[in-house]
């Protein structure tokens, strides 16, 4: 599972991504210690890392056309197109995923946000060299169950379809008691080097 790290300990447990292990209350605590200036009108979070892949980027924006919403797109300095960016700051770029509409992404971390904050949401796989990290997304996709979640430059259609998601999942609730008891072993080791 490409979503997990192993920890190098004899009974090798797994650690699901620390971003699944807070909830979204906690995240949200990050911006609204803020003064950040939400848009004014409903909108698509676009977030589209540059990696190369053949999605075409105008559909976004007419799929918010046709259903009166504007775009917000963050990316990164890499991508160059001719598309109006946002290049938001980490609480600014919360917030964007918190109170959008929808979120389009090519992002394993936009899509954990996504989750976390309960938005209607979709993936867009990656290619090429890339398309290996799609595993990720994949076990985000099971491991939650919120299901499948990709969408194509021509078929935008999971976007309106509702999901649950399992916000205990067993792989978290077993991070958490991994680290818990860690952290309680590495306390308890550092004292004994004290003395």
């Known amino acids: 599972m490409n979503l997990c790290k192993q920890i190098g300990r004899n009974d090798a447990k797994w650690v699901c991504d620390p971003a699944l292990l807070l909830n979204a209350e906690i995240y949200r605590t990050i911006y609204k210690e803020e003064k950040i200036q939400t848009p004014s009108k409903p909108y698509i979070l676009f977030y589209y890392l540059e990696n190369g892949g053949r999605f075409d980027k105008k559909t976004v924006w007419n799929f918010a056309q046709k259903n009166n919403l504007d775009v917000q797109y963050v990316t990164g300095n890499a991508c160059i197109d001719n598309f109006k960016k946002n290049f938001a700051t980490v609480s600014e770029w919360l917030r964007l995923v918190d109170n959008a509409e929808y979120v389009i992404t090519n992002s394993f971390h936009c899509c ?30 099971e491991m939650t169950g919120c299901g499948e979640r990709y969408i194509t430059d021509t078929d935008f259609k999971i976007l309106d379809k509702s999901y649950s998601v399992d916000k205990d999942f067993t792989l978290k609730k077993e991070s958490e008691e991994f680290l818990k008891i860690a952290l309680e072993e590495n306390n308890h080791k550092q004292k004994e080097e004290m003395h």
């Open 112 to 141: 954990v946000f996504s989750v976390l904050f309960e938005k209607k949401f979709a993936a867009i796989k990656l290619n090429g060299l890339n398309s290996g990290m799609n595993s990720r997304l994949e076990s985000l996709f």
